[in-house]
């Protein structure tokens, strides 16, 4: 039952990821371009499907079951006050994803709009809003659920998205799980109130003043933000559940055959954390492959070069090659006319808060782990991440800081589970179980005080849900009614490539 179990929830997760980029395709592409990129990406999936993990001195066997399944109860209560669904409470930024959501509902695919003159106006750094425009923006996520309420409206479709989300969710704690060895209602635990310490700073920045229950502290240092997982999934789902499922099959994939066309279906999902993700797709091409010992006589340059290219070689096949470049083409050209293009893009401005920020969000829990995982490249991915993502900007707020380290965030509370839970833990020779047993200390006390902001997103949910009945943030309706704010969310369909040469005509 375990090693059947584990090839169905490989292969659940693949699927999962895949099917949106693949309603994509279909949906938005015209024949000329969907029938042979299509027959490429399927292709594609089926050696991906097929070069399944090793298997491993784990599984879930019939004692553990009611464990697993108490585990996606508490999954399934997290995700309840998380506003997806329209179960409970909605942040703000559910007003545009509800009119992103309604429109791909409602509008024929690929969705299109023309807006008024007199909305068509500049801001500050964004180019004008154009008269005719197409929807670009990350839209895998809701591809499924839109899908379902084309047939069963947009209640319906509201209940597949809990679901579909919920079934994300279960896959990546199974795959938690199967990285660590081991089933613990603790692990899923500190998935949902991992957390920076952001409760310190907020005290640092206020001189003392407690935050109140329901209030978002992410902000505390006014210019930075790195989010707890709670704060991503109950703000931006549709970026989120995706990358943290790649990382953990990262953990799990045996080589890199594979590797760079599954890491081309994450565009759709999100630019930012699509970028952020690479440092740890380069580290897997790489892993166990290390630099050539042979032609010592040779200068490390050349060797350097040769080390490079032989892990190219490595990585060649038809899926990564005609599969991922496909794929990444399609999906580049669709993002290429998005009307924020026009924002500010560079070197971000230096704030005096960010040594202070980083050392709260991520540096006390940086400097404990190093003691066990200095040699692991893991945690030098994440900590050079960590260090440079504030010091660039793209657009006008800081949206490149807070989701380009979504998948070094995870990495960072990947390694404290392994620490603290894992079966193999990494083994250092100078350091006693005393050491061990301290270190494990100092990471849950860190652990328990970064709770303060998940609690906090959580309170607020259930407080406006059960104290006032508000539930749906959905008064915009459609991306028709949000004006010149809309340029976020649009491209202009005059001189676009992927609109004249690439897309569906209805």
């Known amino acids: 039952m375990g090693k059947k179990l584990d090839r169905i929830m490989y292969d659940a997760g693949i699927l999962y990821i895949a099917i949106p980029v693949f309603i994509f395709l279909v949906g938005w592409t015209r ?19 097929r070069n399944r993990p090793e298997e491993i001195a784990f599984h879930i066997g019939k004692k553990q079951i009611l464990l697993f399944a108490g585990c996606i109860l508490i999954l399934a209560a997290w995700l309840y006050f998380s506003g997806i ?28 709009y023309t807006f008024e003159t007199s909305d068509a106006t500049s801001l500050p750094g964004v180019n004008a809003l154009p008269h005719h425009a197409m929807m670009v923006y990350y839209i895998a996520f809701w591809l499924p659920a839109s899908l ?27 795959f938690l799980f199967r990285t660590l060895r081991r089933i613990s209602i603790r692990s899923v635990l500190i998935l949902i109130f991992f957390s920076g310490l952001d409760v310190l700073g907020y005290l640092w ?9 329901t209030d978002h502290i992410e902000w505390w240092s006014d210019y930075y933000q790195y989010s707890s997982n709670t704060t991503l999934l109950y703000w931006v789902f549709n970026q989120t559940i995706v990358f943290w ?14 590797l760079f066309f599954l890491y081309s279906l994450l565009l759709l999902y999100g630019p930012f954390p699509f970028l952020g993700m690479l440092p740890f797709v380069l580290w897997k091409a790489y892993q166990g492959f290390p630099l050539l010992s042979e032609n010592r006589e040779r200068n490390p340059v050349t060797r350097f070069l040769l080390w490079g290219l032989s892990g190219i070689r490595r990585a060649v096949s038809f899926e990564n090659i005609a599969g991922g470049i496909s794929v990444l083409a399609v999906v580049y050209l669709y993002f290429q006319s998005n009307v924020t293009g026009g924002r500010k893009m560079g ?45 660039y900007q793209v657009g006008l707020g800081q949206d490149f ?106």
């Open 85 to 112: 669904g329209g179960f409970s409470f909605q942040n703000s930024d559910y007003t545009y994803r509800n009119a992103i959501f309604r429109d791909l509902i409602d509008k024929n695919w690929p969705v299109t």
């Open 401 to 506: 800081c807070m989701r380009v380290s979504i998948p070094a965030l995870f990495a960072l509370q990947l390694m404290i589970q392994k620490e603290l839970l894992g079966r193999e833990k990494e083994i250092r020779p100078s350091l006693t179980i005393h050491d061990r047993k301290l270190l494990a200390v100092i990471l849950s006390v860190m652990l328990l005080i970064g709770t303060v902001v998940p609690v906090e997103e959580m309170s607020r949910s259930i407080w406006y849900t059960s104290s006032q009945g508000r539930t749906w943030s959905d008064t915009l309706k459609s991306l028709d009614n949000a004006g010149v704010t809309a340029t976020n969310f649009v491209g202009t369909t005059d001189g676009n490539f992927f609109y004249r040469y690439l897309a569906r005509k209805g």
């Open 245 to 258: 499922l790649v990382m953990l099959l990262l953990m799990n994939i045996k080589n890199s055959k594979s």
């Open 347 to 391: 070197i971000s401005q230096i704030y005096s808060s960010l040594p202070v920020f980083l050392l709260f969000e991520v540096g006390l829990y940086l400097a404990f782990l190093s003691v066990i995982f200095y040699r692991k490249p893991i945690f030098w991915i994440c900590t050079a991440s960590f260090l440079l993502i504030p010091l």
């Open 31 to 49: 024949p000329a371009v969907f029938i042979p990129v299509g027959a490429i990406f399927l292709a594609s999936l089926y050696f991906l499907l």
């Open 148 to 174: 379902a309420g084309k047939l069963i409206g947009w209640y319906g479709a509201n209940v597949f998205l809990f679901f579909w989300t919920l079934a994300g969710l279960i896959l990546v704690v199974y």
């Open 205 to 213: 920045a206020s001189r003392g003043a407690l935050p109140g229950l």
